[in-house]
């Protein structure tokens, strides 16, 4: 079985602290991606990774930033946390896709709730 | 720009019947759709997936329908049992850089009634 562990499952952070959160996959997949979740918009992608030190900014990229210097390792990191960037985060990951009209599914972890005050 | 919508947030159905989930895209590039189910505090499970070039795909209760002229697909469950109540997610992927993404929609709460 897959497993996306996400190393924190509540977080409470101040204002303009940095936040780093955490997600290894067991799986070698290629591609690992990071979500966030909130009522009434989905999931919205914030950046996602196809390779060791690569990233790709995806819909809601701003205040955000990634590091992936392992493959099985990919970190979301707030250099400032804002309250509106209180949510729920989710960290995934599949093999990388080899050809047009097929895909792979996206492995989820549990997710981290992040509150901002 | 929400490229993949589900317009109905919420959806009640009685136990034993068909329960029907509906997602709208905007994307021509779109090649590949799934459909995923969230419960409360956990992270979304894979439910059932469907390419482009196919128009139907069946994993025993649960069917998806693409109809790319629309540009919809839809998700049926039959027959619901109270364990379905979670939120679906569609989510729809295309090329971008090389590479491919999944773009979510917002989710429908599906909840089954004994």
């Known amino acids: 079985d897959v497993k996306v562990t996400q190393s924190s499952r509540y977080l409470v952070k101040r204002t303009g602290e940095k936040v780093f959160l955490e997600c290894v996959q067991d799986?070698?997949?290629?591609?690992m991606f990071w979500y966030r979740q909130d009522p009434g918009l989905g999931l919205r992608l914030i950046y996602f990774?196809?390779?060791?030190?690569?990233?790709e900014k995806g819909d809601i990229p701003e205040g955000y930033s990634v590091s992936r210097e392992k493959k099985e390792r990919f970190s979301l990191i707030l250099e400032s946390a804002s309250t509106n960037q209180t949510s729920m985060y989710l960290c995934?990951?599949?093999?990388?896709?080899?050809?047009?009209?097929?895909?792979?599914?996206?492995?989820f972890g549990e997710g981290s709730w992040l509150t901002v005050v | 720009d929400q490229q993949v919508k589900q317009n109905s947030p919420s959806l009640s159905v009685q136990e034993g019947r068909i329960s029907i989930l509906n997602c709208d895209y905007t994307n021509s590039m779109f090649d590949y759709f799934l459909w995923y189910k969230k419960y409360p505090a956990e992270g979304p499970t894979f439910l059932i997936s469907i390419s482009s070039i196919k128009d139907k795909n069946e994993d025993g209760r649960f069917t998806v329908f693409l109809n790319k002229s629309a540009k919809h697909l839809s998700l049926h469950i039959v027959p619901s049992q109270p364990g379905d109540s979670a939120v679906y997610f569609c989510a729809a992927s295309r090329p971008i850089s090389g590479t491919y993404k999944y773009i979510f929609g917002t989710g429908t709460r599906l909840k089954v009634l004994a």
């Open positions: 799986m070698d997949h290629e591609n």
């Open positions: 995934a990951s599949s093999l990388v896709r080899v050809r047009a009209f097929s895909g792979n599914t996206i492995y």
């Open positions: 990774s196809y390779d060791v030190k690569m990233k």
